[in-house]
Structures are given as structure tokens and as C-alpha cells.
């Protein structure tokens, strides 16, 4: 520990004159004369301010699982978002991105609920697509991933052969596989989806 003294003038204003070392110091003022002072500045090794207690170089379980998950969400977050951007642009939909083997679920109790593969699934969707004056646009209200699950909410409207509008809320709980869609479970306004599928055709 060294010791080293200063004289320095009173400061003009209110408040306390402070050293200006890099180091870390404690001052001790003393009046030395008219509008002088004497700062003993007190200076305190570096060494004294090293943590004492060691830093382990693994670091702890849970930020390891959680590197090895961020990439993943990251990943397919980015994918979703994008196809949603593309499906509302009417460059592509959101359907390109199923997995051959992909299953569909439509979650609630009306004639429509159940769990279908890519063939069942083209049929149910025939006779509503076959009403749509132009392809669903889709409003994307929230995303969310974790792991190789993605959840998104969302609005989709279009309009209809017969001069009217069919808008419809969306909550899909997607899982990812490979950067494509391997399963979905959805819930939605399954009477007013069915209102335009029941249609006659036109």
C-alpha cells in the first residue's frame, strides 16, 4: 500500500473534488492553507480486488441445455415466420412445409374434429377450398417456440364465391422435424369453417 499526497484548490462548486487515478483509492482531506488542501490518496493493490473464490470453467447444466436448444427454437421460429410471411404475400402457404407422413388434428367435438394424414386431409379441405373466391391470407398475431415446438395464433380471411367473407381465429401447436412440419394440432371456429365447407358447390 503507497501512500501519495496531493495539493489541490478548493473546487468552485458544491461539490467534492475527486482524484482522477485509475487506481482505486480512499482520500483523506485536509486544509493545508488558505483555499488549498492536502488529498492523501491511499492506493490499494489490484491484487486485493481479485475474487478470492475460484471460477469453474464448466459452466452450469442448465445454460448447457439451453445453448443446445436456442439454435433449434432459433431455427425454427425463422422458418415459420417466413413461410407465414410468404403464405400472406400469396407466394406460397404454410402447407408446402408438411411432412409426407405429417398428421393433422383439429382439436373440439364438431363433424369436422379429428386426426388426419396428407390424403384425409386433402378431402376435408376440397369442398371449403372449392368456395374460396381467392387463396386464405393469413395475419400472424404471435409466435412462440421451445425446442421442436412451435405455436403460432393467428386471423385468416378470404373472400367467397358468393360475395361474402369467411375470417376465421387460428391457434396451431406445431412440431418440427428437420425444418419441416411433422404434426398440428389446431383449434379454431370449427361452425364458422364448416358453414363454408357444407356449402353447396358452386
Known amino acids: 500500500m503507497r501512500l501519495v499526497e496531493v495539493a489541490q484548490p478548493f473546487p468552485k462548486a458544491d461539490g467534492e473534488a475527486r482524484p482522477t487515478s485509475r487506481r482505486r483509492t480512499h482520500a483523506q482531506l485536509k486544509t493545508i492553507g488558505q483555499g488549498y488542501r492536502r488529498i492523501v490518496l491511499t492506493e490499494t493493490p489490484r491484487s486485493a480486488y481479485r475474487p478470492t473464490m475460484p471460477i469453474s470453467a464448466a459452466p452450469p447444466p442448465a445454460l448447457v441445455a439451453f445453448q443446445a436448444q436456442a439454435p433449434a427454437e432459433t431455427r425454427n421460429a425463422a422458418i415459420i415466420r417466413a413461410a ?5 404475400a400469396g407466394r406460397a402457404a404454410i402447407f408446402d ?8 388434428t383439429i382439436a373440439g367435438s364438431a363433424p369436422s374434429a379429428g386426426t388426419y394424414d396428407r390424403q384425409s386431409f386433402d378431402t376435408l379441405l376440397a369442398p371449403f377450398n372449392a368456395q374460396l373466391a381467392a387463396p386464405l391470407k393469413p395475419t400472424l398475431q404471435m409466435l412462440v417456440a421451445d425446442g421442436d415446438q412451435v405455436v403460432v395464433r393467428f386471423t385468416a380471411t378470404a373472400p367467397l364465391k358468393d360475395g361474402g367473407t369467411y375470417r376465421n381465429d387460428y391457434a396451431w401447436f406445431l412440431t418440427m422435424r ?3 412440419i411433422v404434426a398440428v394440432t389446431a383449434f ?8 363454408v365447407r357444407d ?3 358452386r
Do not use: I
Not at 407465414?84 to 400472406?88: C, E, K
Not at 412445409?97 to 393433422?104: C, G, N, Q, S, V
Open 178 to 180: 428437420g425444418g419441416r
Open 84 to 88: 407465414f410471411a410468404n403464405w400472406s
Open 97 to 104: 412445409l408438411l411432412a409426407p407422413d405429417f398428421r393433422w
Open 188 to 195: 379454431l371456429d370449427l361452425p364458422a369453417f364448416e358453414a
Open 199 to 201: 356449402r353447396p358447390a
